[in-house]
């Protein structure tokens, strides 16, 4: 079986993380440092804390140098809410600060106020379904292969992701009017926006999905 190592940037309780990784049977350890990341088959990035203090605590211990590494080499990467953010270029929340430039994009934030469709509320906390980016992308065989655009899932999140580099998107949602990056799926990357550790077992499936992908390669 493969070892897994899950990126701890000191945020956050990464227990749903572990928990999520035991009930579906991926072998994983935690990695504080980037001599961890050595010898592991491949990677949970999850998301708790603000951009640039995940960034810079990622900076100080060198993780973000070995992950990029680890990934160009084509380790599989799994990026969970703030974990999907840190993969493109900059954020509003934090914008001295650059992200792991991995895929080509930006993080900006929900604005508050009405529109056609409503109050738009900060943070986005709550249920919501997935819109899949295209036919020929819902068919591939990615992690979300088995959901169905009537399947909800668990969004926690101030920030969304733009990007004009259209062929790593695999799923949008709708929040009120605007349509956001809910998932993106290219190569040996995959990330979602919505937490899949606290989905449901659907939510689960995509933990299982994910191990079972890469564990055939």
């Known amino acids: 079986m493969k070892k897994i190592g899950i990126i701890d ?20 350890v935690l990695c504080t440092q980037a001599s ?3 010898n592991l088959d491949g990677y949970i990035l999850p998301g708790v804390g603000s951009f640039g203090e995940a960034m810079n605590n990622m900076q100080s211990s060198g993780m973000d140098i070995a992950l990029k590494a680890e990934v160009a080499n084509g380790k599989p990467l799994f990026g969970i809410c703030l974990g999907l953010q840190l993969l493109f270029e900059k954020s509003e929340e934090s914008d001295d600060v650059n992200g792991l430039g991995i895929l080509k994009g930006r993080v900006k934030k929900f604005q508050k106020g009405n529109d056609a469709s409503g109050k738009i509320r900060i943070p986005n906390i709550g249920w919501n379904t997935l819109e899949f980016s295209n036919r020929e992308v819902r068919l591939k065989n990615n992690p979300l292969s088995e959901v169905s655009e009537d399947d909800y899932f668990y969004f926690v999140h101030s920030y969304f992701v733009e990007t004009d580099e259209l062929d790593c998107v695999l799923t949008y949602t709708h929040y009120h009017a605007i349509k956001y990056v ?3 799926f290219l190569n040996n990357i995959f990330a979602t926006q ?8 659907k939510g689960l499936d995509i933990y299982r999905n994910w191990s079972n992908l890469i564990n055939q390669e």
Do not use: D, M, R
Request: charged share 20%.
């Open 36 to 38: 961890h990341l050595k």
């Open 194 to 201: 919505f937490h899949p550790e606290k989905s449901g077992e």
């Open 9 to 28: 940037y000191q945020l956050g309780n990464l227990f749903s993380v572990i928990q999520a990784c035991e009930k579906t049977g991926i072998n994983a």
């Open 182 to 184: 809910s998932s993106v």
